[in-house]
């Protein structure tokens, strides 16, 4: 039985087709102040990013917005050149504003990892580590896998793809599937009030999807955290999923 809240197939495919325009309205309107600065990165993926003194370790960041990863991670690991690429043109002008911008050190440029190879800016098997935080979410559930086999061509062999993103089960996925407004595509992907698409996955299914583009499961597990909103008196149950994948 069709929920109450499913979106039609037109506006489906519209959210669906629409969502890199989407992103670029959200960041004209937001601008660098949404999202806070990923300073966890370092402390859950230590070993992937390489250690001080060591040879450069080159990084792809998937779906950089504004820079609230690449910078935080450069300050405790210098030793980085870190390739950065988000479909949103306004993102990436913001990742070169940034104080910080190095054109050694930092190389942004706009790409949607669903159709654009990534091969026309990093050479095949060039990058030690892809990390994808909170970005394969904002894709339609047919788009994964081409977005997965594409990250994993620019990954050297026995590198690294690192990931977090939203799980099934999670309390916004809960917000969604209560609210009274059509915002379901289907089970697990829901569009947001201004227009953005948010998909929630599971580990049998991810864990394919990486399989099926060479790349060997090391771990993966559910986290979960408690959120407490004082101004609403809400605490958030969040899960999320992470885990890490060795290019075969």
């Avoid at 306004?90 to 990742?95: C, Y």
């Avoid at 394919?208 to 559910?222: P, V």
């Amino acid at each position: 039985m069709e929920s109450k809240n499913t979106l039609s197939p037109f506006w489906a495919e519209k959210y669906k087709r629409e969502s890199k325009k989407s992103w670029d309205k959200f960041y004209k309107r937001n601008e660098t102040r949404f999202f806070r600065d990923r300073h966890w990165l370092d402390r859950e993926f230590d070993k992937y990013f390489g250690l001080p003194n060591k040879d450069p370790l080159r990084l792809l960041e998937v779906g950089c917005g504004v820079g609230n990863l690449v910078y935080p991670l450069l300050e405790v690991q210098p030793n980085l050149k870190v390739y950065c690429c988000d479909f949103s043109p306004r993102a990436i002008e913001f990742v070169r504003k940034h104080e910080q911008f190095n054109e050694s050190k930092v190389v942004p440029f706009v790409c949607d990892i669903t159709e654009d190879r990534l091969e026309q800016w990093v050479s095949p098997g060039f990058v030690d580590t892809v990390t994808a935080i909170f970005v394969l979410s904002a894709l339609p559930r047919e788009k994964q896998q081409n977005a997965i086999h594409n990250l994993s061509s620019v990954l050297n062999p026995k590198g690294h793809l690192v990931f977090r993103d939203y799980c099934d089960g999670d309390f916004a996925q809960e917000k969604f599937q209560q609210s009274s407004d059509p915002s379901l595509i289907d089970e697990r992907t829901f569009v947001r009030q201004d227009g953005t698409i948010s998909y929630f996955f599971v580990e049998q299914e991810l864990n394919q999807w990486m399989e099926n583009a060479g790349l060997r499961l090391i771990s993966l597990d559910r986290v979960n955290r408690t959120v407490d909103n004082r101004k609403r008196n809400l605490s958030m149950n969040r899960t999320f999923l992470q885990g890490v994948w060795e290019k075969m």
